[in-house]
């Protein structure tokens, strides 16, 4: 069986570390995956920890006892959050977006690999101290920013349908109001999707009044899961008495002038919290 | 501004290579975030390079001229592949998945980032040779898929909708049937989600007659774009004369007894393309 050297072993974990964020993995794993006994991969985890630390890349963590092994926590800088959220708002705020009636084409920015991780980073690094069972979104545009969320919290995404689907077995469905249109919708999620009694990150990409929002809450409640957190990517400033409200969002979305072909969209200001 | 040791240097390449594979980095770039020398920058990426290659990671190659940089093609070994083949088939073939009517659940496994994002890289190694614009999938079950083989490729994902949508701009649609239900179904893409004259790589999660995979490459036309692969996760061995021929499947299903609570799901064998 080969054997690596400590600088392998070191570049090995670094990689293995950053595929997979937030999971436990043991030292028995690395173990037999570098075939070499646990005092040295001891050894390799302090010298990637120190790494982690001084690149400013999060925190390596060691968890005692049976179910215990290594981890590694990704953090975000204040100053890296607010490159990504210039980056994002630059992104959105191409005048070319710009669709008749005022809308904006944004899907293929929340469908890009690129963006979507960058946006989940901001939005993981946010709820890192809360324990969180599943992430939640409903289709289709959010899918790609809640699964990359899912990623980097370590935990399985579940996907509200818009219709009940044969291949989804028996599932919960409820109705729910646009809190825009105020049209009557439904949505419904698979029994087998989210344990009783789990603790949900709720994730989207777009909240204008807060319906779909609030009728994924009242979803949660149905399969006796609590709700941690709400995080969108962007919010709208019309529509300020939203459903929903306790809720994080990333940008907010001030207002499209046709005429003059602008889209002014910012980043949400946490200290002045006046959306 | 803060200067980095090499095996700082060395640890932070491993990190930014393996969240971006088949991503051109300029040199400048390194040189930027490190705050050193071109000449220091391609000291680490030698050191990066054998680093990857002693551990079977894939290969570091550098591109010369203007658009030139360094770039992580990542790989799979053969016993790899099959590790995640068996690990997959295991998953899928649980009797507790059987649904009545012979169908599987198999929601959780496609939006597990974990089963995603493994199998995405066992699509992508068999692409790495050819020149990809986008992946391109219809909603809703492959976007976890196609979006994890997109970010391996490092490139744009385009959702195909089964309804046109206001937010999507002008949209290209078609009618197409359904290969084992026979019924007449409609899908539709933004015209911005794809340029004219493009490459794609169509990626779905399940294939039964192929109608769906035939829908795609059929609007892949209206766009003019190639066709350069079509990459389900399952296809089924009933329905053997599928729409469409040319296509790659990981894994084979061979039926469903509900009766004796059995589903029978194999590696797809390239040696014996028998399905």
Redesign the interface.
């Known amino acids: 069986m080969k054997k690596?050297k400590r600088?392998?072993r070191?570049?090995?974990l670094?990689?293995i570390f950053?595929?997979?964020p937030n999971h436990v993995f043991s030292y028995n794993y690395f173990s037999e995956l570098f075939n070499a006994a646990k005092s040295t991969i001891s050894e390799d985890i302090v010298?990637?920890r120190e790494?982690?630390s001084?690149?400013g890349?999060g925190r390596i963590e060691t968890i005692a006892g049976a179910a215990g092994g290594v981890i590694y926590i990704p953090s975000l800088s204040e100053q890296d959050t607010a490159g990504l959220l210039s980056e994002l708002c630059l992104a959105f705020s191409n005048p070319n977006r710009i669709?008749p009636?005022g809308?904006?084409?944004?899907?293929?920015i929340f469908?890009?690999?690129?963006y979507?991780?960058n946006i989940a980073k901001i939005i993981a690094s946010k709820y890192s101290s809360k324990e969180i069972d599943y992430v939640v979104t409903v289709?289709?545009?959010g899918?790609?920013v809640a699964?990359?969320t899912?990623?980097e919290l370590?935990?399985?995404?579940?996907?509200i349908?818009r219709n009940s689907k044969?291949?989804?077995?028996s599932t919960l469905s409820i109705n729910y109001v646009s809190g825009s249109t105020r049209k009557i919708e439904s949505m419904t999620l698979?029994r087998?999707?989210v344990k009783e009694g789990s603790k949900v990150l709720v994730v989207d990409d777009f909240m204008k009044g807060g319906g779909t929002a609030k009728g994924m809450i009242d979803l949660m409640a149905e399969f006796n899961a609590e709700v941690v957190g709400v995080s969108v990517v962007i919010s709208t400033a019309e529509h300020k008495d939203k459903l929903v409200k306790d809720y994080n969002t990333l940008l907010v979305l001030e207002g499209v002038d046709e005429i003059e072909k602008a889209i002014k969209i910012r980043p949400y200001d946490q200290e002045n919290t006046d959306i």
Chains 1, 2 share one sequence.
């Open positions: 690596y600088n392998q070191v570049g090995a670094m990689k950053t595929e997979r010298i990637v790494l982690v001084d690149l890349f669709i009636g809308y904006i084409y944004m899907t293929d469908n890009s690999p690129y979507s991780s289709e289709t545009k899918i790609p699964l990359m899912a990623r370590d935990v399985p995404l579940a996907v349908r044969v291949t989804e077995g698979s087998r999707a």
